[in-house]
């Protein structure tokens, strides 16, 4: 199982970025996914997830209203929208599927 994260990049606040992250291995339908983030110095944190049965979301307070995830099954990808961007949402972001396999992580910088 692979999980293969891409879409980072830098943008001014109040910007918009679109991460997407393909499974390889299996199909993302049976499973729960989630993003974390982990900025310089910080633990990694859990940023939002989404059903694997449902399109249920679980937004992070910090992130809420302004980032969506999503999930196309038929391309196994999920998709992470970030809206309203501010500097201290700059990190590194992670995929992660059923709650133990990670991706390799995509940078997001937002500078003010």
């Known amino acids: 199982v692979q999980l293969q994260a891409s879409g980072g990049g830098s943008v001014q606040t109040g910007g918009s970025l679109r991460l997407s992250c393909v499974v390889s291995?299996?199909?993302?339908?049976?499973?729960?996914m989630s993003w974390f983030r982990q900025a310089p110095g910080k633990e990694r944190e859990f940023v939002t997830a989404?059903?694997?049965?449902?399109?249920?979301?679980w937004p992070a307070d910090s992130v809420r209203g302004r980032f969506f995830i999503s999930r196309d099954s038929a391309k196994n990808t999920v998709y992470l929208l970030m809206n309203s961007l501010k500097p201290e949402d700059t990190a590194v972001y992670y995929c992660q599927l059923g709650g133990y396999v990670w991706g390799q992580g995509t940078q997001v910088t937002v500078s003010s």
């Open positions: 989404i059903e694997y049965n449902s399109d249920s979301t």
């Open positions: 291995g299996l199909s993302l339908s049976d499973y729960a």
